[in-house]
């Protein structure tokens, strides 16, 4: 079955960088694109951006530019995000999901951005 | 940006009621290859989305037929029959036509 497993919590300061991962299973890793969606405490969804696992090519919502960077490791069937230069408004549950509608999502990791 | 406006907020439901959730879009969601990507997800408090409906109107693999979606162009609904504990929370729907994709603001599903 196809499962997306991400870290449940990370804790970082102010400034600093994060980077989370998504390890897929029960699929072929490179057959479906990987999305990132962002979901601020009482806010709705936001898509960040997407990667094609196969060659890497990615597409952003351009607010997410300067601040995300997707990439994927193919030989562990992992997609990654990393966030730079974090704030408190970086501080959101993140969700990994596979293929255009989305129909695989991870459990989210809980981003707290606090010193 | 294109803008997903979905109605109702809020939804106070009794179970056994049917119910519709409208998304209209600020422009049209089929390209040029006549394709439309509209979705539609169930959001519970301390989970992940579940895919419910895509392409407007096909249920996703184990989702009961009391789900339906309908609609072309800008106007999009899901209808939920006869509605069952299971199904209260959050319904967001997405477009996934124009870059960046977006989500309608959520309609919550709770009891009167």
């Known amino acids: 079955q196809v499962q997306l497993q991400q870290p449940g919590a990370e804790l970082v300061k102010p400034g600093a960088s994060v980077k989370l991962s998504c390890k897929a299973s029960g699929y072929t890793f490179t057959s479906y694109y990987m999305y990132w969606v962002k979901q601020r405490p009482g806010q709705g969804l936001e898509w960040i951006g997407g990667i094609n696992p196969s060659n890497g090519g990615t597409n952003f919502n351009e607010k997410f530019k300067s601040k995300a960077t997707l990439t994927v490791d193919k030989s562990s069937s992992t997609a990654y995000m990393q966030l730079s230069s974090l704030t408190s408004e970086d501080s959101a549950v993140y969700y990994c999901t596979r293929n255009y509608y989305f129909d695989y999502w991870g459990q989210g990791t809980t981003l707290t951005v606090s010193s | 940006d294109v803008v997903v406006t979905q109605t109702p907020l809020s939804l106070p439901v009794s179970f056994g009621d049917q119910v519709s959730i409208s998304c209209r879009s600020s422009?049209?969601?089929?390209?040029?290859?006549?394709?439309?990507?509209l979705s539609w997800y169930l959001h519970k408090p301390g989970q992940s989305p579940q895919l419910l409906i895509y392409g407007i109107s096909n249920r996703f693999s184990g989702v009961p037929d009391r789900f339906s979606g309908s609609g072309s162009g800008t106007d999009f609904t899901l209808k939920i029959s006869t509605i069952k504990p299971e199904d209260l929370g959050m319904y967001y729907c997405?477009?996934?036509?124009?870059?960046?994709?977006?989500f309608g603001s959520g309609t919550k599903l709770e009891i009167k």
């Open positions: 422009q049209s969601l089929a390209n040029s290859y006549g394709n439309t990507y």
């Open positions: 997405l477009q996934g036509t124009h870059q960046p994709f977006t």
